[in-house]
């Protein structure tokens, strides 16, 4: 655990950069601080690891006061990733990942080794161990970036804009891959961001800061886009709030309709009996239960009532979605985008479950927005 | 032509031309890293530096005969002192060439300051300061023929014996010697570069000589 307690950092031009800050960051949990630049948010993250030193206050990590441990030792603990990767360029990617192991003493050959685990961990193919730095693309470098901050296996990995030097669809893998790990490794993360999405998708915590270098809050990502504190922070998140909140929500509550289903062999007529019933589309599986794509109620009555299913036309199925991975906010959009205005869920072998429309979605929604909202007023309450 | 003293006069030229620049080496590496972590000693010491290159060769021979007399040691503490004036510059390029997320991610990792100008630093500033070795050893060699003037054994003797005697070749054949020595040492330093820094992303490093120096060295060189 990482505690701020009252840390100021003023720069002797006048410049307060962090003010008088309280934070608390459990162990084991990624704390993602963001907010726009000079906010003090990289400041607070270098004072950790005591690049910078605060001018006021005192940082405890696991209690101790960092201020009497001596800095190198202190830093070969705490893992440090930054935007730029920092990577030596006069060394080896297997020796830039053993670069802390062969700091504190390893042979050699067992650094490399280590160097050649976190490789492996951090999805970079063994051949390029003998490469140099530059001979690597922007995000094979970052991964090495962050395979050598956890080469030693700190506590704590501290991460400065880490993805914000790649491009989009290599940040999000970077942001899966890093999910992903923390999943395995269970850090204490602290990683400073400007995009409040990145903040969102890879923190356990979210702590949002305001110019001067005061906090506005410190939330989970859930209650950030469900309560935002003020005006302030919630203008930071952006507009579309509601429904980014709904990548909180299961799609494990919403009421899977199962009787529009149809196998292909079943007849025009029996599709005719389930239309009949308020039921515009019925979806056509095959005989493995897998969806095939839907028939309308329309096209139904043109056509001879002992006529099979699979024989017809038929729209296509489009996005599918499951339920026990996906969120709320993955079956809306497969319903959004969907010709017939609803969407197909299925289980890990692509078998049909049900059937949901904007009306399950919309009282799931509700169900899900006010459990979530009577949590949120009993931690108010307590 | 006396063949036998020819390459002995060249043997001792090389010498002239590479202790200097070795020497010049030594002495700049420990002050351009003081130049780089005291900010105000560089202008001072890069003025102390083009002074010294702005004296006559001659002149600084005729100063320290009376010290150090007529022998090799005239003619070296002269040449390494022109030295300084390529390789102060040089040595401290090479160390603020260092990117500063790469100087960050090294404290960061816990390196000392020592540790860190040992294996980050010092081996990133090897292409620049190779590139001014080069020019230092080049001109050094050049140079160094100058010690004839005070009798002190180099391929300068050809000159003037050539002149005195009206014996061209000889004058060409140590033309061609200094050359070939200077290409021979520019050679070696070009594959140790090669060797020290296989990272580098382009090989055939450029000196980064400020204009002043370059410009001096040439006035020296004529």
Known sequence: ?382 | MNWPQFWQYTAANALLGIVPAVVGLAISVPLGIACVRWRWLYGPVLSATSVIYAIPSLALFVVLIPSTGLGNLTVIIPLTLFSLCVLVPNVVDGLRSVPEPVRQAATAMGFGTVRRLVRVELPLAVPIVIAGLRVAVVSSISLASVSTLIGVASLGYFFIDGLQRDFSEEIYAAIVAVIVLALGCDLILVLARRLLTPWSRKQGGRATINAEGGQLLQEQAI
């Open chain 1, 1 to 382: 655990m990482i505690t701020f307690d009252s840390v100021t950092k003023r720069y002797p031009d006048g410049t307060v950069a962090v003010d008088a800050l309280d934070l608390e960051i459990p162990a084991g949990k990624t704390v993602v601080l963001v907010g726009p630049s000079g906010c003090g948010k990289t400041t607070t993250l270098r004072m950790i690891n005591r690049l910078i030193e605060p001018t006021e206050g005192k940082i405890f990590l696991d209690g101790q006061d960092i201020q009497q441990a001596n800095p190198s030792t202190l830093r070969r603990g705490i893992g440090y990733v930054i935007q730029q990767t920092g990577l030596f360029p006069h060394r080896t990617i297997e020796d830039n990942i053993a670069t802390v192991p062969l700091l504190n003493g390893w042979a050699k050959a067992k650094a490399r080794a280590r160097a050649r685990e976190l490789m492996e961990l951090v999805g970079l193919d063994q051949g390029m161990a003998r490469r140099y730095p530059h001979q690597l693309s922007g995000g094979q470098q970052q991964r090495v970036g962050v395979a050598r901050a956890l080469a030693a296996d700190p506590p704590v990995l501290l991460m400065d804009e880490p993805f914000s030097a790649v491009d989009p669809i290599v940040r999000a893998t970077l942001q899966d891959e890093l999910i992903r790990l923390q999943g395995e490794l269970h850090k204490t993360i602290v990683m400073v961001t400007h995009d409040v999405e990145e903040a969102i998708k890879v923190g356990d915590i979210v702590a949002v800061f305001r110019p001067g270098g005061h906090l506005a809050q410190v939330d989970t990502p859930e209650h950030l886009l469900g309560a935002p504190a003020d005006d302030y922070v919630e203008g930071f998140i952006g507009f579309d709030r509601g429904i980014r909140r709904l990548s909180f929500f299961s799609a494990n509550s919403l009421d899977l309709d199962s009787d529009v289903v149809l196998g292909e062999n079943a007849t025009v007529d029996e599709a005719r009996a389930l239309a009949g019933r308020g039921r515009p589309w019925v979806l056509v599986a095959d005989a493995e239960r897998r969806p095939r794509g839907w028939v309308s109620a329309a096209d139904l009555a043109s056509r001879p009532g002992t006529e099979r299913l699979g024989q017809l036309p038929l729209v296509p199925v489009g996005h599918t979605f499951r339920p026990e991975l996906d969120s709320l906010r993955v079956a809306l959009d497969a319903t959004v985008l969907s010709r017939t205005e609803r969407a197909v869920a299925v289980e890990s072998e692509g078998r049909v479950l049900g059937v949901t429309s904007y009306e399950q979605l919309r009282d799931a929604i509700r169900k899900a927005e006010q459990a979530a909202d009577d949590e949120l007023a009993q931690g108010a309450a307590t």
